[in-house]
Nanobody
């Protein structure tokens, strides 16, 4: 099993940047593909970005391509999400997730068996 703890959320003006971090417990972090999802009030949780076990492959939802970057450090059991050029519509609770079912990055929420508690990101206009 793996436990995930997110950090780095906060309030930022439109156009600004934030870096989210997810710390994972356990000694098998490299056996998990990792992802970031978000959920805005009244909306379903949606895929944002994912990264393969090795970190060599990534996927992004169209609305964040060119603005967000996912990365991981398997030696530190951590995955980050660098968010630039933030927009008010990026406001949501952001969740880190781990998948042991797949090797390559996956967009499907159902593939992820482990979730963090979430961190709030608020972008003001």
């Amino acid at each position: 099993q793996v436990q995930l703890v997110e950090s780095g959320g906060g309030l930022v003006q439109a156009g600004g940047s934030l870096r989210l971090s997810c710390a994972a417990s356990g000694r098998t972090f490299s056996s998990y593909a990792m992802g970031w999802f978000r959920q805005a009030p009244g909306k379903e949780r949606e895929f944002v970005a994912s990264i393969s076990r090795s970190g060599g492959s990534t996927r992004y939802t169209d609305s964040v391509k060119g603005r967000f970057t996912i990365s991981r450090d398997n030696a530190k059991n951590a995955v980050d999400l660098q968010m630039n050029s933030l927009r008010p519509e990026d406001t949501a609770v952001y969740y880190c997730a781990a998948s042991q079912r797949v090797t390559l990055p996956t967009t499907s929420l159902s593939n992820y068996g482990y979730w963090g508690q979430g961190t709030q990101v608020t972008v003001s206009s």
